[in-house]
């Protein structure tokens, strides 16, 4: 199983909060954490705002990749957004045309745990340093590049569009 997350790895949530709340304080750089690159703003009660989410666009090319990704390998979407998110998050993977598959809005501590303690994931593709660290040593993790990841020394994914076009190849499991 192919377990893939969702902000900044398939939804453009750094895109979204960006528009609506302008560049980050710290010099424009996104390479930080929410808290530190807006330290004036309710970061706690903006990730559990249900319409900030609908409006995000997913990442250009992931669809395509995830469908092909789909007809070889079972997937779950697994996001640590809030579980109160669970409704609107389908909404939003259908109405934009994501493969059906499983979702799991675990929050994030609920996430760290079934990422430690589960065995049924063979490869997570995520953008945030703590899970892919978190994963269990059975699971393999590529890193879905963002600017707070780079220096990160493991497998990646560029870009969907890229991986798409270049038809990279990806374990069967
Ligand atoms: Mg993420």
Known sequence: MIAIDLDDTIADFMGGFVKKYGPPLCGGRLDTSLRMMYPHLDIDAIV????????????????????????????????????SLQDITVKWLRGWGFSAAPLICAGTEGKLM?????????????????????????????????????????????????????????PKV
């Open 48 to 83: 559990r705002e249900p319409a900030f989410y609908l409006r995000l666009v997913p990442i250009e090319g992931a669809q395509r990749v995830l469908y092909k990704l789909s007809s070889m390998n079972s997937l779950i979407y697994l996001s640590a957004r809030d579980p």
């Open 114 to 170: 079934m990422l430690r303690r589960t065995n049924f994931i063979q490869i997570l593709i995520d953008d945030m340093e703590l899970f892919l660290r978190a994963a269990s040593s059975d699971t393999q993790v590529i890193a879905y590049t963002q600017p707070w990841n780079k220096k990160l020394n493991i497998p990646r994914i560029n870009s969907w569009r890229d991986y798409d076009k270049r038809g990279l190849f990806m």
